[in-house]
Each structure stands twice: as structure tokens, then as C-alpha cells.
């Protein structure tokens, strides 16, 4: 049953998607400004497929911790794809950090810089943190809240590999401190998996820590990803 509902799962989504990147065209050509309401909807109808068809159910903890408005610093652990989709019904103006390349695939790319994403090209050193900090600024001063995964690609589930400093740089040029979420996201949803579970997908969300300097920041993320996972007060 399991397989039978993941194929379906990945059948519709794909055909969805891929009716919906076609149907993007209109808004990237006449309607730009409606870019991130029709992101939102997307990710909203392949959540509803998840749940629906897989057997998800998502329970989100802590939703007081996040910001009614106003620019904010979300650090999220990164297991699935769903991590990428959630935030679109979570934050009022969201706004992900995210890998350059995805910029370039086909109806996608386009809509992605229209919903005021935040690229970055993980490759060009010292060159992509100063843009990052510029998006960043733009975000601010935008309202929007940005979406950060500092582990930097999809991990498995207790994997805890060393954050990337680019959070610990934004919260220290803005200001900001930093709200950590833990996830178990990829006991559903694994990297690159086909194979979808059904089960209680849990978000947790803990309360913002920092500002602070570079490693003291990385360190808190860290505890609170950790305590947050052990059901810990924090």
C-alpha cells in the first residue's frame, strides 16, 4: 500500500506541477506581483496531496515563536523537500535562501525570482556571502521572513553535520536573532526517495536565540535543534 500511494503521490504532483508551471506563464507576464500568492497556492495543493494520499499528518509546535510580521531569521534542519514547501503556509512573507541553480530550470527558475527568493551561487566564495548579505538587506527591508537551512544540503534523519556560517553573518548584519526548527520531516519525505510514509510529521519550533558572534550562534542553533528533537522545555 505504501508503494502504491507513493506512486500516486509522485504521478499527480508531477502532472500538477507541471500544469501549474505552464499556467505561470500569465502571471510572470502580466501579473508579476501575484508571483508568491500562486507559490503559496502550489505548495499548498502538493501539501494537500501529501497528506491526503500518503497518510501525513503534520503537527506543528511552537507557532507562538513565530513573527505575526516583520522581517525575521529562521534557521530549519533540512531532511525533505516538504521542508521547502511548509514555510509557504507558515510565514506571511516568506523568503528562502536557496541554491543558484535552481534559478535556471525551466517555468520554475523564473517564478522562484519573481516570489523574491533569495539565490544563492554556493560556489563563488567570499563573492556569494557578500550577496547573500545584500539579499538579506533587501528581505529586511522587504517585511519578509527569510528561510535558512544551515546544514546546507538535505540530511538524514540524526545526521548533524557542521552549520554553514551564513546565518551566524545574517544575524550579525542585521541584527536579528534567530528562530531554530527541528524537523523529522525525512522519516516521509527521505532525499530523493520515492517511497513516501505516512505517520506524524512533526515541526518543532523553538524560541529565537542570539544575536551573538559567529560560533556562540552555530552552538545555540545547535542545542536548540537538539533539545527541540528530545522534546525538551527550552
Not at 3 to 19: E, K, P, Y
Not at 143 to 156: A, D, S, V, W
Not at 215 to 228: F, Q
Amino acid at each position: 500500500m505504501v508503494v502504491v500511494r507513493s506512486v500516486l503521490f509522485n504521478c499527480v504532483a508531477f502532472v500538477l506541477t507541471g500544469v501549474m508551471g505552464v499556467g505561470a506563464l500569465p502571471i510572470r507576464w502580466f501579473m508579476p506581483g501575484r508571483a508568491l500568492a500562486y507559490a503559496r497556492l502550489w505548495s499548498r495543493a502538493v501539501l494537500w496531496l501529501f497528506r491526503s494520499i500518503c497518510g501525513v499528518r503534520v503537527c506543528v509546535s511552537g507557532l507562538e515563536h513565530l513573527p505575526k510580521s516583520g522581517p525575521a531569521l529562521i534557521a530549519s534542519q533540512h531532511q525533505s523537500a516538504f521542508d521547502t514547501l511548509i514555510w509557504m503556509l507558515l510565514l506571511p512573507r516568506p523568503c528562502y535562501v536557496m541554491k543558484g541553480e535552481l534559478t535556471r530550470i525551466p517555468l520554475l527558475g523564473p517564478m522562484l525570482v519573481l516570489t523574491g527568493m533569495m539565490p544563492v551561487e554556493r560556489a563563488a566564495g567570499a563573492r556569494a556571502l557578500r550577496l547573500l548579505l545584500q539579499g538579506t538587506d533587501r528581505a529586511v527591508a522587504d517585511n519578509r521572513q527569510i528561510i535558512i537551512f544551515p546544514e546546507g544540503t538535505r540530511t538524514m534523519p540524526g545526521e548533524h553535520p557542521p552549520l554553514k556560517p551564513g546565518i551566524a553573518a545574517m544575524s550579525s548584519h542585521t541584527d536579528l536573532p534567530v528562530i531554530p526548527v527541528a524537523t523529522n520531516s525525512g522519516l516521509f519525505w527521505g532525499r530523493n526517495a520515492f517511497v513516501k510514509r505516512g505517520g506524524v510529521l512533526h515541526i518543532w519550533i523553538g524560541p529565537a536565540v542570539g544575536p551573538a558572534k559567529r560560533t556562540a550562534l552555530l552552538d545555540e542553533i545547535e542545542k536548540s535543534w537538539r533539545a527541540l528533537e528530545q522534546g525538551e522545555d527550552l
